[in-house]
């Protein structure tokens, strides 16, 4: 996409994501399957389903974020995570030691 274009969404949601767990008839009902839902994610999934251009913003609550990442990515969405952590606690240090949050910015730009 070149810098002039934007993206419109007829719908941005904002919300979490949870781990739900569903009983089923099996072995006398005490077996349950993990699925993903929420009021936010159940809504922007109908609406896309729908026909309409959907966003979703979210912030992951579990330790790597790896509840909601399919598992052929977890290790990049994990590494990434990791580099991202590193610079952050980087670009904190030299703002608490410089007393200045516009040299953060200049050396790390924005994270």
């Known amino acids: 996409m070149a810098a002039s274009e934007t993206t419109a969404f ?3 949601s904002l919300g979490e994501p949870m781990v739900e767990f569903n009983q089923t008839g099996d072995d006398g009902g005490r077996l349950y399957l ?6 936010s994610s159940n809504f922007a999934i109908a609406a896309a389903r729908q026909g309409a251009r ?3 913003v979210s912030a992951v609550g579990d330790v790597d974020g790896v509840v909601v990442v399919p598992s ?8 990434m ?5 590193a610079r ?5 240090k030299l703002i608490i030691a410089e007393k200045s949050l516009r040299k953060g910015l200049a050396k790390y730009g924005r994270i």
């Open 10 to 12: 007829d719908i941005v």
């Open 34 to 39: 993990q699925g993903y839902g929420g009021d």
């Open 54 to 56: 959907v966003a979703y």
């Open 72 to 79: 052929v990515q977890a290790q990049e969405v994990l590494k």
């Open 81 to 85: 995570a990791q580099e991202i952590d």
């Open 88 to 92: 952050e606690l980087e670009q904190a």
